[in-house]
């Protein structure tokens, strides 16, 4: 998929995989910026579920505003893909900020107060989370971005 363009997004590079699919960087050609495309796995575009349940969590985190948690920008299916279009943020994801080493404790509690405030903001959404990757998790500069907000079942 690198140097692949979906709809009007140039694939640049893979940021990461999971069960429902592949998450790129990518770049906006029409608005000349960098973006996340995170998009279905192409053995899951005819399951009818997967398909609800992915075009559901992005109607869902698309409502949420906070400056800890990514904007969804828009969900479209084009060139074959379905896929959905998120702010990049640049950064050391979480895992990478930790790298197994301990933090200090105002890192940490810095870090911990983003991640709940984020969270507390979801849930008064009524789109509490199933869980948190930390691989996913953006700290540039310790402000934290939540990229990968899975939503709860009980909303999907």
Partial sequence: MIGKTVAQYKI???LGKGGMGQVYKAHDTQLDRTVVL???SSDLLTNDTARKRFAREARLASVLDHPNICMIYEIQEKDSQFFIVMQYVEGQTLKQTINNQPLANNTLISIALQVA????SAICWNSSPR??????NDYSSWSGK????WLSKKYL
Avoid: T
Wanted: hydrophobic fraction near 45%; glycine fraction near 0%.
């Fill in 12 to 14: 640049l590079e893979i």
């Fill in 38 to 40: 995170k998009l279905l």
């Fill in 117 to 120: 405030d984020a969270l507390s």
């Fill in 131 to 136: 869980h948190q990757a930390p691989k996913y």
């Fill in 146 to 149: 939540s990229v990968r907000f």
